[in-house]
């Protein structure tokens, strides 16, 4: 019998949602104000680095016959779904200048994507306060 393979780690399929609880673990420590500017700074990263290269969402490349891209899971904002010509894809989106435009307007076409996209902006955000002195508001 073929099993999906969904429960095969060791964290049953929660191993890819580790970003949020780095997210929220950020949140906490903004709010406490205990802990100083380098854990912010690296839940920051570890938030900026989930949303780029392992939060699950749709893969977006660009496909014949289809308006809104391939609708594969993919990992990442950056990378693509299983097929490796649409990581290079996707990639590729970003160096090319008339494809910036495409990949830019993929960011935000379904509900996962935006939430990715807005988890990767504010904890970029966040580091940058962070690393300015007299910037943090508290």
């Known amino acids: 019998m073929a099993t999906s ?12 949602w580790w970003g949020v609880l780095a997210g929220a ?21 570890a ?8 939060a699950p969402v749709t893969c977006g490349a660009p496909v014949r016959g289809r308006k809104d891209g391939c609708r594969n899971n993919a990992n990442g ?17 970003l160096i090319i200048r008339r494809r910036v435009r495409e990949f830019c307007a ?6 996962k994507a935006a939430l990715v996209t807005l ?15 007299g910037a943090a508001v508290g």
């Not at 393979?5 to 890819?16: D, E, F």
């Not at 938030?47 to 392992?54: H, T």
């Not at 993929?106 to 509900?111: C, P, R, Y």
């Not at 955000?125 to 690393?131: P, T, Y």
């Open 5 to 16: 393979g969904a429960g095969s780690s060791g964290l049953g399929g929660l191993g890819q």
């Open 25 to 45: 673990l950020l949140i906490a420590v903004w709010v406490n104000g205990a802990a100083g500017p380098v854990a912010i700074v690296v839940l920051s990263a």
């Open 47 to 54: 938030v900026l680095l989930w949303s780029f290269f392992q």
């Open 77 to 93: 904002l950056l990378m693509g779904c299983h097929i490796r010509q649409h990581r290079w894809q996707k990639l590729r989106m």
């Open 106 to 111: 993929g960011l935000f076409s379904d509900g």
């Open 119 to 133: 988890a990767a902006v504010g904890s970029f955000i966040s580091g940058l306060v962070a690393l300015i002195p």
